[in-house]
């Protein structure tokens, strides 16, 4: 099993510009989550789904958009990319609500 | 919400034992309590997770109290290579938004 893969690992924007960091996960994991992290920060969440087909937001989810079309994938997408939205970007995914969540690599996010 | 407060930083010793008590005094019935780890410039790792009582695995001990308001993470012999963040977060079947907090920065000098 590969767990959970984050792609890209790394990429720099212009503000203004959009993009889509993508996420997946072979676990057959219904739930999964968008986490940023600032420096010296913990984790906040962005949005999570509960399965295919239905997500909601966490905590910080102005700027970002989710859609989960397939239990595999669950992709964030930027629309207009701020230098405010510069940090790392972890996508997690757990068997059940409230179980151990499985973290992937990150995507550290860099917007000019 | 259930609500979490850790030390921001710990400092320990090789071959000491190290406990990190985490406070959640509005902790919901469902929820369940789950510590993980974080080392720089990686996702969070799961190490422990419980309900009540003492919950023991290979890496580490989770002590809760009877009214779970709290609870003790327990590193026993810690190693150089245990220094991380640590996190704590309370969350159960009818909580969909679980929320880490600021952590507790643990450095084990030599």
């Known amino acids: 099993n590969a767990g959970v893969t984050q792609t890209p690992k790394f990429q720099v924007l212009k503000t203004g510009q959009s993009m889509t960091l993508q996420c997946a996960q072979d676990m057959n994991h219904e739930y999964m989550s968008w986490y940023r992290q600032d420096p010296g920060m913990g984790l906040r969440l962005i949005h999570y789904s509960v399965g295919a087909g239905i997500t909601d937001q966490g905590e910080v989810p102005n700027g970002y958009n989710v859609s989960r079309s397939t239990t595999e994938d669950f992709p964030l997408r930027l629309l207009s990319a701020a230098p405010s939205q510069t940090s790392v970007y972890f996508c997690?995914?757990?068997?059940?609500?409230?179980?151990?969540?499985?973290f992937g690599p990150g995507t550290r996010l860099t917007v000019l | 919400l259930a609500k979490t407060t850790q030390p921001i930083s710990m400092d320990s010793y090789e071959g000491q034992e190290v406990n990190i008590t985490c406070s959640h005094n509005?902790?919901?019935?469902?929820?369940?309590i789950t510590w993980y780890q974080q080392f720089p410039s990686q996702g969070p790792r799961f190490i422990i997770q419980?309900?009540?009582t003492k919950v023991t695995n290979e890496v580490a001990s989770l002590f809760i109290p009877a009214d779970r308001k709290s609870s003790t993470l327990s590193l026993p012999r810690v190693s150089l290579s245990d220094t991380a963040v640590y996190y704590c977060?309370?969350?159960?079947?009818?909580?969909?938004?679980?929320?880490f907090g600021a952590g507790t920065r643990l450095t084990v000098k030599p």
């Open positions: 509005n902790i919901a019935t469902n929820d369940y």
């Open positions: 977060l309370v969350g159960g079947y009818n909580n969909n938004d679980m929320r």
């Open positions: 997690a995914s757990m068997e059940q609500i409230g179980r151990e969540q499985f």
């Open positions: 419980g309900y009540k």
